[in-house]
C-alpha cells in the first residue's frame, strides 16, 4: 500500500450561481418529489444522477415548447427571452436560478444592442450562457472562442467586446491585445466572473505544491477544461478524472504529496470520493 499525502483544494467547487441553483432545486424536490430543469443544472454527471435520483428530469427546449401547466428550473447559465415567451404561452412556471452575474451581463449586451453596437462576444460556441446571451442580441452578435475565427482585417472600425463569465482571463486578455493592435476601436468589457476568473491564480499556486494534481470535473465543463489546463501547464503531472473509477495506481509513487481540485461545477462529494479512493492505492 503506497503512503500518499492527499489534500483537497478547499477553494475548489461549486461557485455560488450553481451552488444557489442546486440549493433551490433540492429544496423543492424535498418537498415536492419532482421538478423539471431545462438542461443539465450543472456540467457535471455525477452530480446530475444524484439529483435525478431525487426527482429532478432534465428536459430540452424541444420538450419545453410542448409542455403546459408545469414547474420548471432555468439553471445558473440563464436562457434566452425566447424561453420565458415560451413560458407565458404555455401557463409554465420557471424557477430561475439564473446567476446574477450572468443576469447583468445579459442586460449589458441588451443595452449595447439597443445602442446598435457591433457587438463580439468571445465564449464557446453553442454553450448555455453564450445562447442565453445571444439572445439578448436577436441573434445578432459575433460569437467566437478563437481568435483565429475572426478576419482581422475586416473588422468594424469600432466593436464592443464581451466574454463569457467563465473564460480564462489570460486568454482574453491576450484577445483584447489582439484585437486593439488590429486596429479597431476595442470598448472592451471584462464580464468575468470574479470568483471563477481568480481561480485561474489560486489553481496556478496550488498545482506547484504537490507531486501529482487530480482535476476532478465532468468532460461537457468548459470551465473545467480551461482550469485543467491551468493545472497542466503549472504541472506536467497533472491528470484530469470525472470519477474515482477512473484513477489509476501507477500514476502515483509512495510518500508523494498528491493535490485534488475542481471545476466550479464539481461538488465537494466527488473531490473527497476521489481522494478516499487514492488513500486505499
Same mark, same amino acid.
Given at each position: 500500500?503506497? !503512503?500518499?499525502?492527499?489534500?483537497?483544494?478547499?477553494?475548489?467547487?461549486?461557485?455560488?450561481?450553481?451552488?444557489?441553483? @442546486?440549493?433551490?432545486?433540492? &429544496?423543492?424536490?424535498?418537498?415536492?418529489?419532482? #421538478?423539471?430543469?431545462?438542461?443539465?443544472?450543472?456540467?457535471? $454527471?455525477?452530480?446530475?444522477?444524484?439529483?435525478?435520483?431525487?426527482?429532478?428530469?432534465? *428536459?430540452?427546449?424541444?420538450?419545453?415548447?410542448?409542455?403546459?401547466?408545469?414547474?420548471?428550473?432555468?439553471?445558473?447559465?440563464?436562457?434566452?427571452?425566447?424561453?420565458? &415567451?415560451?413560458?407565458?404561452? $404555455?401557463? *409554465?412556471?420557471?424557477?430561475?436560478?439564473?446567476?446574477?452575474?450572468?443576469?447583468? #451581463?445579459? $442586460?449589458? *449586451?441588451?443595452?449595447?444592442?439597443?445602442?446598435?453596437?457591433? @457587438?463580439?462576444?468571445? %465564449? +464557446?460556441?453553442?454553450?448555455?450562457?453564450?445562447?442565453?446571451? #445571444?439572445?439578448?442580441?436577436?441573434?445578432?452578435?459575433?460569437?467566437?472562442?478563437?481568435?483565429?475565427? #475572426?478576419?482581422?482585417? !475586416?473588422?468594424?472600425?469600432?466593436?464592443?467586446?464581451?466574454?463569457?463569465?467563465?473564460?480564462?482571463?489570460? +486568454?482574453?486578455?491576450?484577445?483584447?491585445?489582439?484585437?486593439?493592435?488590429?486596429?479597431?476601436?476595442?470598448?472592451?468589457?471584462?464580464?468575468?466572473?470574479?470568483?471563477?476568473?481568480?481561480?485561474?491564480?489560486?489553481?496556478?499556486?496550488?498545482?506547484?505544491?504537490?507531486?501529482?494534481? *487530480?482535476?476532478?470535473?465532468?468532460?461537457?465543463?468548459? $470551465?473545467?477544461?480551461?482550469?485543467?489546463?491551468?493545472?497542466?501547464?503549472?504541472?506536467?503531472?497533472?491528470?484530469?478524472?470525472?470519477?474515482?473509477?477512473?484513477? +489509476?495506481?501507477?500514476?502515483? %509513487?509512495? +510518500?508523494?504529496?498528491?493535490?485534488?481540485?475542481?471545476?466550479?461545477?464539481?461538488?465537494?462529494?466527488?473531490?473527497?470520493?476521489?481522494?478516499?479512493?487514492?488513500?486505499?492505492?
Amino acid at each position: 500500500m503506497l !503512503s500518499l499525502d492527499v489534500t483537497i483544494d478547499t477553494k475548489s467547487g461549486f461557485c455560488f450561481g450553481v451552488e444557489f441553483a @442546486i440549493e433551490m432545486a433540492e &429544496d423543492i424536490l424535498k418537498e415536492e418529489g419532482e #421538478l423539471y430543469c431545462l438542461g443539465d443544472i450543472v456540467h457535471n $454527471n455525477r452530480e446530475v444522477t444524484r439529483l435525478e435520483k431525487m426527482g429532478l428530469e432534465i *428536459i430540452d427546449h424541444e420538450k419545453l415548447k410542448v409542455m403546459k401547466d408545469v414547474k420548471v428550473l432555468i439553471r445558473a447559465h440563464g436562457e434566452p427571452p425566447s424561453t420565458y &415567451d415560451i413560458a407565458i404561452k $404555455n401557463n *409554465i412556471t420557471l424557477i430561475d436560478a439564473s446567476c446574477p452575474v450572468v443576469l447583468k #451581463l445579459q $442586460n449589458r *449586451i441588451k443595452k449595447s444592442h439597443d445602442k446598435e453596437e457591433k @457587438i463580439y462576444i468571445y %465564449g +464557446k460556441h453553442g454553450h448555455p450562457e453564450v445562447i442565453g446571451l #445571444l439572445g439578448q442580441t436577436g441573434k445578432d452578435a459575433i460569437v467566437f472562442q478563437d481568435i483565429k475565427e #475572426l478576419d482581422l482585417d !475586416s473588422l468594424p472600425k469600432s466593436i464592443t467586446l464581451y466574454t463569457q463569465t467563465t473564460k480564462s482571463k489570460e +486568454k482574453f486578455y491576450e484577445i483584447v491585445s489582439t484585437l486593439t493592435k488590429s486596429g479597431s476601436d476595442v470598448n472592451v468589457n471584462d464580464t468575468l466572473c470574479s470568483q471563477v476568473s481568480n481561480r485561474d491564480t489560486q489553481l496556478q499556486e496550488f498545482s506547484t505544491n504537490f507531486d501529482k494534481i *487530480i482535476f476532478v470535473s465532468g468532460t461537457k465543463s468548459s $470551465n473545467g477544461n480551461a482550469l485543467y489546463n491551468v493545472c497542466k501547464k503549472n504541472n506536467d503531472k497533472s491528470y484530469f478524472v470525472s470519477s474515482s473509477e477512473e484513477l +489509476k495506481k501507477d500514476w502515483f %509513487g509512495n +510518500k508523494e504529496k498528491v493535490g485534488v481540485c475542481g471545476a466550479t461545477s464539481t461538488p465537494m462529494w466527488l473531490m473527497e470520493e476521489v481522494k478516499e479512493k487514492i488513500l486505499k492505492f
